[in-house]
């Protein structure tokens, strides 16, 4: 190690989650409007085999750019993107065609996707774009596509930086909406401007590094970044994890330096019973004893608190929207370390609802903590439904990959909107079966085990104990906190995968 690199480590670490705490993502403005104005590059929606031409261009200059998007053979179908040169006339020096095939038929998410293929095409150095969204005809589709792709960009503008000593300027470019209803696409805009602000945090928390992301370190990023909203937060420490007799979550940071805590934040929009949204923040997986001795299995073992960044995110989304919803997220933070003091496999501890679990195998440390999760979020708070959200199994990356969460469910009302939000979103959720796995976590020395076969049922049921009678959803979100390379509404790195889709449930369900 060179000493320039060396010094740059003790720089991080020394100074790192002070600027983390305070990242506004985003350097650019949106603005709605029906006014029109000169741009460097201007993007025009265009439904499929319609014809690119406005009144205020004169008939050589329509004739022009048509001919142009013929020769590139741009119809206007969905998520087509085409760069043309402008020719004089067209208030810009660049064109881009964008696509929006039948704009009646056009999903939400299919809008977000593309913006953000937009935001990936566009010279992130223009300092005004114009987006043309006239042709689209109906002014309330128009506003509401608008809007969606607004949010698709805003999505992939996003970057987690702060370990860049040089880092790439963000982009500053203020993007200009010509619409004729400015008035409703900015009221979309804004829900989703919420949103956004909700999946970057959890962004921020799911990227952060397991030296620098610890239990309390997560704690104070979740109380800054929600610090101007109408939530309630309740910390508690990890004297009190033990003293309330939280076994499970206390053991998961047996050998570390860093305490377990469990962190409560509560938006109470509405006087329904509240769901309560646990989330895994187990923020650094080694595995304990039962160590991952495999490179690949270890690395990224940081994006192991993703379900926590969910959670938050998605209370941060609701309450910025001020929507009308009785939400509460619980996020049980641990840190899986190895020391003489660590948890052994074959230990027996006893839960908050006291429960003796045989823990078989310290790897197995999300459920520990998500079981004293679901018992705290019954006991305080007295849910209507449960959700947990977790990256919980290795199992679940190999049943589904990265394109589905695992759900599991105990109510059906419950898994149907959950599926359903997954659909509106574009994170997507595929059933896995659980009522034939009876007697999976049994164990011949304590109450129940804490690992058995399948993995990713053995997890759920393991859940589903500690959930109680209280309706219960669980999403395995293994394999979906990270992307290796930008890919859609993703800039590479952490997706905060779940923020979407659990604040479309919550605001759907009745
Ligand atoms: N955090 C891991 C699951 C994981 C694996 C997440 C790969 C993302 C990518 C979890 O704590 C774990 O280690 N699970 C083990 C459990 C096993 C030891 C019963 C697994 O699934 O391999
Ligand atoms: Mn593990
Ligand atoms: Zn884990």
Sequence with gaps: MSLKQFVGAVTLSSALVAPALAD???HTSTVFSDQN??????????????NISFSNWSSAVNNAVSRAAAIEEFTGKAAQLTSVVAPEGTQANHLLLAGVGNPAEMSRFEAEKLGAAIAAALNSESETVVFDTRL???????????????????????????????PEARPQTTYHWLVNSPDSAEKHYQASRAIAEGVFVARDITALPGSDGYPKAIVELAQEAMKDLDIEITVVTPEQVEKMGMGLLHSVSQGSQHGSYLLAAHYKGSNDDPVALVGKGNTFDTGGYNLKTSSSSIVRMQTDKAGAGAVIGTVMALAAQKAPVNVVAVAPLSHNLISGSATLPGDVVKAGDGTLVEIVNTDAEGRLILGDGNWYANDTYQPRAIANIATLTGSKVRALGNEYGALFASDKGLRDSIIKAGETTGEKVWEMPLDAYEGIIDSSLADIRNIGSPGVQAGAAFLKHFAGDTPWVHVDMAGDAMVSSATGIHPAGPTGYGVRLLTEWVLQLD
């Design 37 to 50: 104005k000169n741009s460097e590059t201007r993007v025009i929606f265009v439904p499929e085999d319609q």
């Design 136 to 166: 689209i005809g109906n002014p309330g589709l128009a506003a509401e596509i608008s809007a969606r792709a607004a949010h698709g960009i805003d999505l992939r503008n996003y970057r987690f930086d702060r370990y860049q000593s040089e």
């Design 24 to 26: 506004n993502h985003l």
